[in-house]
């Protein structure tokens, strides 16, 4: 959040890397959401159908 | 097709708004214990704002620290053709002296975000609506987001849909989109078929 709020009040440009390596992190996490069929619940971990991990 | 359990709280559009964002998180977010709600966030978090990327990258950063909690789908302005045509794409380039791999590594992140979410089997959520081509919700599971969205067909209709009017809804089934200029308006008799097979309460979505 600091170096966002320094972002938006222009005392500084968020790094360019940095800001790079957030949104490939964020790539690869969201790339893992599998397609989800609901037959699949039937059967499986409380913690893997809450807030949609990954299902392979 | 994303599962998500209650208790959650739903956000629409963000448009590159920061500040209305922060105060949205600030009113509804930090008075909760955020490790135990979950959070969808139903698309568009980009154009018209003059902070989308901000906005992304808060969002972004909230992904990577809560993966399981927080859920970003897919809006109509995650694409190529809208970012283009509104600002997020000239807001890159002007943030990142001209750097198209910025812009593109954006689209990357956009294209990775699914597209409809089950809350609790009893909620439907999307950024536009339903389409004809929607029956069960398996189906959505048969499309490969990792596209652009096309201007016809379920992506599309999932991120462009609209619903009719009042007057039109008990009548129309599915009409042509006439003011998006692509997809469909639906009617409340498609909506009640798909809520009543799979067995959901109702639709929730944004756009």
């Not at chain 1, 222009?10 to 690869?28: C, F, T, Y």
């Not at chain 2, 448009?15 to 509804?28: A, P, R, S, T």
Request: with cysteine.
């Amino acid at each position: 959040m600091d170096i966002l709020r320094k972002h938006l009040l222009r005392e500084g440009h968020l790094n360019k890397p940095e800001m790079m390596e957030i949104v490939q992190k964020a790539v690869e996490i969201m790339s893992k959401w599998q397609n989800f069929s609901r037959q699949m619940k039937i059967g499986i971990d409380e913690k893997l159908i809450n807030g949609g991990i990954e299902i392979n | 097709m994303i599962a998500i359990k209650e208790p959650v709280i739903i956000v629409g559009d963000i448009h590159g708004q920061f500040y209305d964002m922060i105060h949205m998180f600030e009113k509804v977010v930090d008075n909760r214990n955020l490790p135990n709600t979950n959070m969808l966030f139903l698309g568009d978090y980009v154009d018209r704002g003059s902070y989308s990327i901000e906005v992304c990258l808060f969002l972004f950063s909230l992904k990577i620290n809560f993966p399981q909690e927080i859920t970003l789908l897919r809006g109509n302005h995650e694409s190529v053709a809208m970012t283009e045509h509104f600002t997020f794409r000239e807001e890159v380039l002007r943030k990142y002296d001209g750097d198209e791999s910025v812009f593109d590594k954006f689209i990357e992140a956009f294209e990775s975000m699914p597209i409809a979410a089950d809350v609790n089997n009893d909620y439907l959520c999307m950024h536009g609506g339903i389409s004809p081509e929607l029956n069960t919700i398996e189906d959505v599971n048969k499309i490969d987001r990792f596209i652009e969205p096309p201007l016809q067909g379920f992506l599309c209709d999932l991120l462009w849909s609209d619903p009719c009017g009042d007057k039109e809804a008990r009548t129309h089934r599915f009409s042509k989109n006439l003011e998006r200029e692509c997809s469909f308006k639906f009617g409340l008799e498609p909506v009640k078929q798909i809520l009543k097979k799979n067995n959901f309460l109702s639709i929730i979505r944004a756009h």
